[in-house]
């Protein structure tokens, strides 16, 4: 399944940010040739997949003066993950109802395509003031199955400032988390050092309670935040626009450049994106740990993707052609995950994620026939991602 995560891409949804890289959790939706935008492929790169904290974690102590000076430091850490990444993409996907009204997923008549690849992700960070600030820096090497090059597809900086965590009160099972963040995406634009900007906030709340074979906890979060972009990855990000006045598709392709408009093979007028693109995330999961294996968690989880895209009206004025932001068109996108994680001692963990996209909230199946479908986050129906993920430091 290639991810083609397209603004839109995100889809991841998209980093191992600071908590991903100390909890060892860290999804990535990593592209596939041809190479896809900063965006494709870190849409998915947000906190999404941060498991809930464990009770252990939640619990308050009190510290010393001396504990809480050394806690003020910079405290470094290392890890790494590699992973057997296949996305598979289909000729006709008929979305949640194949899944819970029939007993195939794809149909006689369908055809699919799966694109292996392997990806490997070192990442350095560094946390100040008890984890209050996280900032940590990703490589990205990714080879496709089949083919000998190994590309280096990004390079990614996350920064984040807690600005509470903690427990609503002593004996509250809840614990929450907002915070404010940004992450810059590098690398895999032509070569440009710098492809685009994401700010936000990001707030979660977390619930632990024991169950009789073992412990529950609940998670939700929030993640709204806006994306702005280099110039670089502006001029080549562009967007389809409305044409108020029709006699200016017929203009020469020299005089459309001339004012920034690029007329496409379609015959479609596009223009530079000058404002920033506007995102939500959501989500909702469970994790079960089962009593009988305590190295072992199950963890379901449903997502919800938004984005705001700027769009753009081309007039004819006295002063000659005007380009004018006319509105910001929305498009959503579901997937439902399931994670097996089986924890081998304290650095070393092994994951299996399998996931299923939708196009709106539950509105459509993502296939290869209808490209409109697929423009946030590419043509991947079904993913599964293998990964084993090491703590260095």
């Given at each position: 399944m ?6 839109r ?15 060892l ?46 806690k ?6 290392g ?20 899944v ?12 699919a ?23 940590s ?21 996350s ?8 427990k ?6 809840w ?11 590098t ?25 009789p074979?073992?412990?529950l ?17 502006s001029?080549t ?83 000659g052609i ?59 129906s ?12």
């Open positions: 290639t991810q083609q995560m397209t603004p891409s995100s889809l991841a949804l998209v980093v191992l940010t600071a908590i991903q890289a100390t909890t959790l860290s999804p990535v939706a990593l592209a596939a040739q041809p190479m896809l935008s900063p965006e494709e492929e870190h849409l998915e790169e947000r906190k999404i997949e941060a498991p809930a904290e464990s009770a252990a974690t939640l619990d308050t102590t009190k510290e010393t003066k001396s504990d809480a000076s050394d003020a430091g910079p405290q470094f850490y890890s790494f993950e590699l992973r057997h990444r296949t996305q598979r993409e289909m000729l006709q996907d008929h979305g949640p109802g194949r819970t009204m029939g007993p195939r997923l794809i149909s006689d008549d369908d055809t395509t799966d694109k292996p690849a392997i990806l490997l992700r070192p990442t350095l960070g560094a946390n100040f003031f008890d984890k209050a600030l996280d900032t820096f990703t490589l990205q090497l990714q080879n496709n199955i089949g083919d000998n090059r190994i590309l280096k597809t990004d390079a990614i900086n920064t984040q400032w807690n600005v509470l965590r903690g609503f009160n002593a004996d509250s099972p614990s929450f988390g907002p915070s404010a963040f940004t992450s810059f995406f690398g895999s634009h032509k070569g440009a050092n710098f492809a685009y900007t994401d700010i936000g906030f990001f707030g979660e709340a977390n619930f632990q309670t024991p169950v074979t073992g412990a906890s609940l998670r939700g979060y929030v993640n709204p935040l806006a994306e702005f972009y280099s110039k670089e990855y001029q990000n562009r967007q389809k626009a409305s044409l108020v006045e029709g006699d200016i598709g017929a203009r020469s392709s020299g005089d459309l450049a001339l004012v920034g408009l690029i007329k496409d093979s379609n015959g479609d007028i596009t223009v530079q994106q000058a404002h920033p693109m506007l995102l939500a995330y959501y989500g909702v999961g469970a994790t079960y740990l089962p009593g009988f294996a305590k190295n072992l968690s199950l963890m379901a989880g449903l997502d919800l993707i938004q984005t705001w895209r700027p769009t753009y009206s081309v007039t004819e004025t006295a002063d005007k380009t004018d932001l006319d509105h910001y068109s929305n498009q959503a996108c579901t997937f439902n995950r399931l994670m097996i994680t089986y924890k081998i001692n304290d650095r070393v963990s092994i994951v299996d994620q399998a996931r299923h996209y939708v196009g709106g909230f539950y509105q459509y199946g993502i296939d290869t026939n209808h490209p409109e479908q697929t423009q946030m986050i590419g043509k991947v079904w993913e599964n991602r293998l990964s084993l993920l090491v703590t260095l430091f």
